[in-house]
């Protein structure tokens, strides 16, 4: 690797984007990482991306899974093959999101510090006024925007896509849970780890490219099904009145949305229905296939 300390893993996981996976592959080696320390979890895609894999990235770690796990699945699967494999850091990107140049440069300043040997450390994306974005929770997370630079600062959130994570870190609280299947899984992961006094950091640089693909038509509504649903069981499941208090809210403004102004109105309050009910009764994991609902 870069570095003959520690070595590092990247996790990319996709789904049905093959000529994204092939961009964000290149801006990945781009970055002096070799084939063979990249893992890609293919989610069953149908379109050419098992082809493209084991056609032209023989040397890359390709895991073609008999079914879609989502992202949470994906990035559990990640970060457990890099974990057995005995790598000392794990860097998650989406299919969508890549690094740019710099981006692992800039990290590598930072992951003998004495902070960072044990915890997370996320690339901050930028947003529209070329700001980077740090995020907080307080039930609900917490964008805030500041002046982009190369100095770590202590968050309580990030999200996968351009984060690295320890060992140690996983061998404190795990792998990240697929029961979530979509969304909220970061947060939890998160919190587990200030529980388990880790600390969550963001380099606010912004040497990221995040396509953001997953929302270029607006949330369908499975994805509300899922973000309802994992929000109100993370609250249940911590006994966490602030969590369900900042779920509640959230709730409120996206039904008076959909009410008001929304497409398929009775399927997405269905959903959200399904979703309250599957919280309480404790169902969790992959409960409707995206690619159905779409």
Request: glycine share 8%.
């Amino acid at each position: 690797m870069l570095n003959d300390n520690f070595k590092i893993a990247v996790v990319i996981v996709t789904f049905n984007r093959c000529d994204e996976l092939v961009k964000t592959i290149s801006a990945i080696k781009n970055q002096g990482i070799i084939e063979y320390d990249i893992i890609v979890i293919n989610n069953n895609s149908t379109d050419n991306t098992k082809n493209i894999l084991d056609s032209n990235y023989k040397n890359i770690q390709s895991i073609h899974l008999n079914e879609n796990i989502a992202s949470a699945g994906g990035f559990s699967k990640g970060m457990q093959t890099a974990f057995e494999k005995g790598y000392d850091w794990v860097w998650l990107f989406n299919d969508d999101s890549r690094p740019v140049e710099g981006s692992l440069k800039s990290i590598l300043t930072h992951l003998n510090s004495d902070k960072i040997q044990i915890g997370l450390l996320k690339i901050a994306n930028k947003d529209e006024n070329n700001k980077a974005v740090l995020l907080y929770w307080n039930g609900v997370r917490k964008p805030v925007s500041v002046d982009v630079s190369n100095e770590i600062v202590q968050t309580d959130l990030i999200t996968f896509d351009g984060c690295i994570i320890s060992k140690k870190t996983i061998e404190k609280i795990g792998y990240c849970d697929p029961l979530y299947f979509m969304g909220t899984y970061e947060f939890d992961y998160c919190l587990k780890a200030k529980d388990a006094g880790i600390g969550v950091y963001t380099l606010p640089n912004g040497l990221i490219e995040d396509g953001k693909l997953g929302g270029k038509n607006g949330t369908p509504p499975w994805r509300q099904y899922y973000n309802t649903r994992n929000h109100l069981w993370l609250a249940l499941n911590r006994k966490s009145f602030v969590i369900f208090k900042g779920w509640l809210i959230r709730e409120i403004k996206y039904t008076l949305s959909i009410i008001l102004s929304g497409d398929k109105k009775i399927m997405r309050l269905v959903f959200k229905l399904r979703a309250i009910r599957d919280a309480f009764l404790n169902k969790r994991g992959k409960r409707y296939d995206p690619v159905k609902y779409k």
